[in-house]
């Protein structure tokens, strides 16, 4: 036998795209849950650090710089409150809410003499990407809260809450492995507990 066939040839370079393609989609796809993970464990830790930020703030809450209750506003998707974020002994105007499908926080330093909240000077960024609405974000509970009782009903009487749970779910791609992230906390305000 001298050589190869031409049938033999078209049937060894076919037998060699199969296996080219195979490993070609290998790759693509090994790629595709590589970034998958990757985005996923960003999150993950975007919602950790959010959480640090938040547990603080919200642990730390108190009077307004005018002297306005620590609370200014509660709901199941926003909760507003004033807190010395940056330590300079003034309270800012703090608001988490939830966005389209982010997470947002918006701060607003009080300014002027006499003092005032401007809401038009508010600074929003996001906090949390690829946030899965739920139908709760933060539920509120009052000083007799052991673990079993129901969040407070709505409208919510912020003169009652005591402790503040937050609970936020992100998924990069959602019904695609890998799961979504859930991180949850209940949140003691320290300032309302004599109250």
Do not use: W
């Not at 999150?43 to 200014?72: C, H, K, N, W």
Request: aromatic letters at 10%.
């Amino acid at each position: 036998m001298k050589g190869f066939t031409f049938i033999e040839v078209v049937i060894v370079i076919a037998i060699f795209a199969v296996i080219f393609t195979v490993i070609a989609s290998f790759g693509q796809n090994t790629s595709l849950l590589s970034n998958l993970i990757n985005k996923s464990l960003e999150i993950e830790q975007d919602l950790r650090q959010t959480f640090q930020v938040l547990i603080t703030e919200i642990r730390s809450m108190g009077p307004s710089s005018l002297g306005a209750y620590p609370i200014e506003s509660a709901s199941t998707s926003s909760l507003g409150f004033f807190s010395d974020i940056d330590e300079d002994g003034v309270f800012e105007r703090v608001r988490y809410f939830v966005g389209t499908s982010t997470l947002e926080k918006g701060v607003t330093e009080p300014t002027g003499n006499p003092l005032v909240y401007a809401t038009s000077s508010e600074i929003i960024k996001s906090v949390v990407n690829y946030l899965i609405l739920a139908s709760t974000t933060f539920e509120y509970y009052d000083a007799s809260y052991t673990g079993i009782e129901a969040p407070l009903s709505s409208p919510i009487d912020t003169a009652k809450i005591r402790i503040i749970k937050v609970t936020v779910t992100a998924d990069v791609n959602p019904g695609v492995a890998p799961k979504p992230v859930t991180l949850t906390n209940a949140i003691n305000v320290r300032n309302l507990r004599s109250n």
